[in-house]
């Protein structure tokens, strides 16, 4: 049964009270070119927001924090992920940084016959082991094979994002730290067992909220020093 009006209202009020206006979130990506993925990634900050005071709200606690902590380390490594590949593709594609991301030295077999293979065979034998003819190339990698932790160290070299000093004056490892927060969505456990990870999936999950803002940052200083935006 849902809630009534007057609750909803309540309810709504609260959680968008301290939330900025669209025209903020606008602003925040503008350097976004994609449309429809600038509308999508502003609609997952948004919600992100919402279910955070939503959560704060109700005092979750136990089950119900792990289940906010660990979407809000999901929303929030997706982002990173979505923004870091976007500004990659569409400022730094023409780069000798973004090149060595997306291409890689593999070895190619050669196709030779029967006879030859037999000859190098009995030339070469090592240990009882097949001995194959093959060269080295330099190959555009398949999609899924550039992972984000080099995408992150990729940004790092073309300096979209570095360390940087927080109000506590404690250095930050600013690329390492986005690294950290995205491995941890991949492995993010069903149940939790200790006090311990729950400690630090809430922190993890803070971390990945208050991050955002020194990411966002650095990316669009650097854009513009570069005259991309």
């Known amino acids: 049964m849902a809630f009534s009006e007057k609750l909803k209202k309540e309810i709504e009020t609260y959680c968008t009270n301290h939330l900025p206006p669209d025209s903020w979130y606008e602003n925040e990506f503008s350097f976004i070119l994609d449309i429809e993925l600038k509308k999508r990634i502003i609609a997952e ?9 939503l959560y704060e709200g109700i005092e979750a606690s136990d089950e119900n924090l792990m289940f906010e902590v660990r979407n809000q380390i999901l929303a929030y490594a997706s982002i990173y992920e979505a923004v870091i590949e976007n ?54 990698k398949e999609k899924p094979q550039i992972r984000f932790d080099d995408k992150c160290r990729t940004a790092e070299k073309l300096g979209l994002i570095h360390d940087f000093f927080d109000a506590d004056g404690k250095e930050v490892d600013l690329t390492s730290e986005i690294i950290e927060i995205y491995s941890y969505r991949n492995g993010i456990h069903i149940i939790a067992e200790k006090r311990k990870g729950i400690n630090y999936e809430l922190e993890l999950s803070r ?8 990411f966002i940052d650095q990316l669009k200083e650097r854009l513009a020093s570069d005259g991309k935006i």
Do not use: C
């Not at 900050?45 to 005071?53: D, H, L, Q, T």
């Not at 940084?97 to 090592?126: A, G």
């Not at 971390?207 to 020194?214: G, N």
């Open 207 to 214: 971390k990945a909220y208050r991050r955002m803002r020194p």
């Open 45 to 53: 900050f948004k919600a992100i927001r919402f279910a955070y005071k």
């Open 87 to 140: 500004v990659l593709n569409t400022y730094y594609s023409n780069t000798d940084e973004f090149n060595s991301l997306i291409h890689h030295t593999i070895p190619i077999k050669i196709s030779i016959p029967q006879n030859k293979q037999n000859i190098l065979q009995d030339t070469l034998s090592h240990d009882g082991k097949v001995i194959v003819p093959f060269y080295y190339a330099r190959k555009e």
